[in-house]
């Protein structure tokens, strides 16, 4: 299964969407319907809807996911996200946008996502220390939020940046990296299918220690592109730098597509870790795929590119 971006024709366009929609239900990437949003909380999901197309994979369990994490502005270790982040007021949350767009100032997300279409999708997240997860996320079309800010054709990327706060994130206090944490994505990435904003997991609002109230999931590449708490998006018209490519340039490029075929200089990219169900920290190891397995709704972003070069 293709799908090109670059029909003339509508009809052949509408029934390439169509038929990718249907794969992607298939396979369990997209949930059939949409959350609903309690009005009288902020940010309340309702139930997710039950799908059996989620059994594609075992999925790693809640605690797994919510208590070995990667968030620096709450210490280095895995185990102290979920500690720490409590501190975190994710409340009355406001984005700021900026840039070459229509739309720009200062936005209330609960009033965002009020707009935008909910849904469940179960993502494999490989993270580059070559350990993975298969996470139920809930979220939203990142390409449905940009149209809501009508950018303009000067717009080539899009720039995130987490909140930048030391007394609600401690570690910021601490010169580990450069804060706050930085992230971009090409206009033709961030426009994919697959690209999601979260705001949920395990049918549930999104813990602090994996992002709230808002984070980026790129599928098909590895997990430091998913920036947590978001709080400034901007339109840009040049390549931004995001933050592991600004600490180590030679081991994190911009792209940070999933390729077990390009090793990170200090390791191989080649197998993973996958962290399911119980007892997961013992199991074995899996082959790595290209894309992380999601070539076929991706591949053709990077045609004639040389992966090895732009990793
Ligand atoms: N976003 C911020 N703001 N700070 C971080 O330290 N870590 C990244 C990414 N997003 C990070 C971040 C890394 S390295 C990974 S692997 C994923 O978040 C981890 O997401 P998880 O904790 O939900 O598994």
Known sequence: ??????????????????RQRRQLVKTGIIGMGTLAINPSLALTLGQPQKNTSFN????????????????????LGKDEPAENAHTLATNSWTIEVSGHAKKTGIFDLEKIVKQMSLEERIYRMRCVEAWSMVIPWLGFKLADLIKYFEPTSQAKYIYFETLYDPTQMPGQKSRSIPWPYREGLRMDEAMNELTLVTVGMYG??????????????????????????????????????????????????????????????????????????????????????????????VADLYHGMNLTKYY
């Open 1 to 18: 299964m293709k799908f090109k971006n670059t029909h003339k024709d509508h009809e052949v366009t509408d029934e390439s969407i169509y």
């Open 56 to 75: 594609i994979e075992d999925t790693t369990s809640e605690k797994d996911a919510t208590t070995y994490n990667n968030f620096y502005e709450f210490g």
């Open 204 to 297: 549930k609002i999104l813990p602090n220690q994996n992002g709230a109230p808002l984070r980026l999931i790129v599928p098909w590449k590895y997990g430091f592109k998913g920036i947590k708490s978001i709080k400034k998006i901007a339109f840009v018209d040049k390549q931004p730098l995001n933050s592991w490519q600004a600490i180590a340039p030679q081991e994190y490029g911009f792209f940070a597509n999933v390729n077990p075929n390009v090793d990170h200089p200090r390791w191989s990219q080649k197998t993973e870790r996958r962290i399911t169900g119980s007892f997961s920290f013992f199991r074995s190891r899996i082959d790595t795929q290209l894309f992380n397995g999601y070539g076929a709704y």
